[in-house]
């Protein structure tokens, strides 16, 4: 079965807004990762998160991760047309994993 | 795509007929896996390998089996394809274990069985 799930599903933004994905999960965790898939593309990993992390950065990405809620969100600042893409996050199994579980995907829409 | 290609990259077969999809890497990566993507399912395992010759099965494994003799290639077949295989195919591989598991993707096999 599915861990993550992301919500919304579908969101469009104008751009120079910013951009806000959750993903819930069901177990515990190691890490928690998003990917970004371009339409046509395989999956980007863009950032990950350690268990022991609340919240962590890269370029324009914070991801925040609450394990006593078992969720994660993932903040675009300044959103820019380039970053139309499905968005995903994966989470691994804490009972030691080299697999992932992707949710269904969230599909942004940035509009110029 | 961080030096992961498949072969092909399109394929329309007829049902009924054995399918083989290559995933090759250039980066020594211990593990490899092999997902399929549908509307409305996302991402979702179908069987991964842990070395040359060490696989096991994921989430949705009924009806294809994979081969890894060298570390580089990942082999996905199906034996005999049926309609419900119309899909999108993505490799993947992972070099490092925890805690960073970050996987690299292909680019992606469309494949329709008629």
């Known amino acids: 079965s599915q861990q993550g799930e992301e919500d919304p599903q579908a969101l469009s933004i104008q751009e120079g807004e910013n951009a806000t994905m959750n993903c819930s999960y069901k177990?515990?965790?190691?890490?928690l990762q998003w990917y970004r898939q371009n339409s046509g593309r395989g999956l980007v990993h863009l950032i990950l998160i350690r268990s022991n992390e609340r919240e962590t950065h890269s370029g324009r990405l914070r991801v925040t991760l609450d394990t006593s809620k078992k969720s994660s969100s993932l903040l675009i600042t300044a959103s820019r047309a380039a970053d139309t893409a499905s968005y995903f996050c994966?989470?691994?199994?804490?009972?030691?994993?080299?697999?992932?579980?992707f949710g269904k995907g969230m599909k942004l829409t940035v509009n110029p | 795509d961080a030096g992961i290609t498949q072969s092909p990259r399109h394929k329309v077969t007829e049902t009924g007929t054995p399918v083989t999809l290559r995933c090759h890497q250039t980066e020594n990566h211990r593990y490899m896996y092999w997902y399929r993507q549908d509307p409305g399912h996302g991402l979702r395992l179908i069987h991964y390998s842990y070395g040359v010759k060490d696989t096991d099965k994921g989430e949705v494994s009924d009806g294809y089996s994979v081969s890894r003799s060298k570390t580089e290639d990942f082999l996905l077949t199906l034996e005999s394809a049926t309609s419900s295989q119309t899909s999108v195919y993505f490799c993947?591989?992972?070099?490092?274990?925890?805690?960073?598991?970050?996987?690299?993707f292909g680019p992606g096999t469309r494949l329709t069985v008629l």
């Open positions: 994966a989470t691994d199994w804490k009972g030691g994993s080299e697999k992932l579980v």
């Open positions: 177990t515990s965790i190691n890490n």
């Open positions: 993947a591989a992972q070099g490092a274990t925890l805690p960073y598991n970050e996987q690299f």
